[in-house]
């Protein structure tokens, strides 16, 4: 019943966004010495959700699900506005560091629309 409504699905594909976006920025973190590692990221959630939500859809994982409850695809992309290193590493961890930041930001948004968005459906229905 409550998975319909598009409130609590918009904060679960926030948070999912979120816990893929910390994903690649542990990633580039950990190659932060790797010659020739381009850093990445994940396009921002507004630009996904405007798009229509092509990334944060549903989607059948095998055949036995009929409404495609899996994970949702958040690609990777190079940040080309990031500067290289002499050994071909674009990975700068003061910018990783911001990113996480911002994940953690993102991440706490997403939970605190949900718990608001749970209150008020406990108070319509007097149990709030």
Same mark, same amino acid.
């Given at each position: ?19 893929? =976006?910390?994903? @690649? @920025? *542990?990633?580039?973190?950990?190659? *932060?010495?790797?010659? #020739? ?10 630009? /996904?959700? %405007?798009?229509? #939500? ?12 009929? /409404?495609?409850?899996?994970?949702? =695809? ?16 674009? !990975?700068?961890? %003061?910018? %990783? ?5 911002? !994940? ?15 209150? !008020? /459906? =406990?108070?319509?229905?007097? =149990? #709030?």
């Amino acid at each position: 019943m409550f998975e319909n409504l598009d409130i609590f699905r918009m904060s679960h594909a926030m948070a999912r966004h979120a816990g893929a =976006r910390q994903a @690649v @920025v *542990a990633q580039n973190m950990a190659n *932060a010495d790797t010659p #020739g590692y381009a850093a990445r990221d994940i396009a921002p959630f507004a630009a /996904l959700y %405007e798009t229509g #939500g092509q990334a944060t859809a549903p989607r059948a994982t095998r055949p036995g699900h009929l /409404l495609g409850d899996g994970p949702g =695809r958040f690609e990777p992309i190079r940040d080309d506005a990031a500067t290289q290193d002499p050994n071909g590493n674009s !990975v700068s961890l %003061e910018t %990783e560091m911001l990113r996480a930041i911002d !994940v953690q930001r993102q991440h706490s948004r997403a939970l605190a629309i949900y718990r608001s968005s749970l209150t !008020v /459906l =406990r108070t319509a229905l007097g =149990r #709030g």
